[in-house]
Nanobody, 125 residues
Framework: QVSLAESGGGSVQAGGSLRLSCARS????????MAWFRQAPGKEREGVAY???????KYHDHVKGRFTILKDYGNNALYLQMNDLKSEDTAMYYC???????????????????WGQGTQVTVSS
């Protein structure tokens, strides 16, 4: 059974940094596309960033220049380095995977078939 498990969330002051991790298990294939999403209370889930199997990345405009998505092929893990955090970054963060190409999946939640349980990030101003 395939699964994803996020960790690394927490509370931080504005301007601070956090590094989220996502551990993959049970996968027998290399996902074409892995991504981070987030969902704030009362808002729809939105894409943050994706990375394809070749390392090509794309970011939502809201996080460009502040967040970096990374893959560790050896440890079968996905990371999200978040710097210069703002109060509007407060949300539950999820990692997700799909066998489709990132260009086709874009950052659309319904394009992703495997999801983690999420990790909470709270940024206080």
């Amino acid at each position: 059974q395939v699964s994803l498990a996020e960790s690394g969330g927490g509370s931080v002051q504005a301007g601070g940094s956090l590094r989220l991790s996502c551990a993959r298990s049970g996968f027998t294939y290399s996902s074409q596309c892995m991504a981070w999403f987030r969902q704030a209370p009362g808002k729809e889930r939105e894409g943050v960033a994706y990375i394809d199997r070749y390392g090509k990345t794309k970011y939502h405009d809201h996080v460009k220049g502040r967040f970096t998505i990374l893959k560790d092929y050896g440890n079968n893990a996905l990371y999200l380095q978040m710097n210069d955090l703002k109060s509007e970054d407060t949300a539950m963060y999820y990692c997700a995977a799909t066998g489709s190409y990132c260009e086709l999946s874009a950052l659309i939640p319904t394009s992703f078939t495997v999801w983690g349980q999420g990790t909470q990030v709270t940024v206080s101003s």
